[in-house]
């Protein structure tokens, strides 16, 4: 029902900057709160940013919390992940998915796109 694909990801130096992009298909993205997951190699899938269905609210993990911003475009069924001053240890495959409320816990969200890779050179 609910298809998201990520794209955005690359190699950067350490201290640069990449825009990930989450486009979704489906009629209700804009009753969906948001959210941007990674997962590095042997590590679990954690949270790292969120964002409510009408865009009025973002959260975000203490890791990346001045460093990333979440944000939508409701028109064009879009979540974005601006990554500033990017750090060799925020290499990981990133993911968008969504839920029906807001959380940081990855159990709670219900569909999930193929990730795209974001690897941060020192």
């Known amino acids: 029902q609910v298809q998201l694909a990520e794209s955005g990801g690359g190699l950067v130096q350490a201290g640069g900057s990449l825009r990930l992009s989450c486009a979704a298909s489906?009629?209700?993205?804009?009753?969906?709160?948001m959210g941007w997951f990674r997962q590095a190699p042997g590590k679990v899938r954690e949270f790292v940013a969120g964002?409510?269905?009408?865009?009025?609210?973002?959260y975000y993990a203490d890791s990346v919390k001045g460093r990333f911003t979440i944000s939508r475009d409701n028109a064009k069924n879009t979540v974005y992940l601006q990554m500033n001053s990017l750090k060799p240890e925020d290499t990981a495959v990133y993911y968008c998915?969504?839920?029906?409320?807001?959380?940081?816990?990855?159990?709670?969200?219900?569909?999930w796109g193929q990730g795209t890779q974001v690897t941060v050179s020192s």
């Open positions: 489906g009629r209700t993205f804009s009753r969906r709160n």
């Open positions: 998915a969504d839920s029906i409320a807001a959380s940081r816990n990855r159990r709670e969200y219900d569909y």
């Open positions: 964002i409510t269905s009408t865009g009025a609210n973002t």
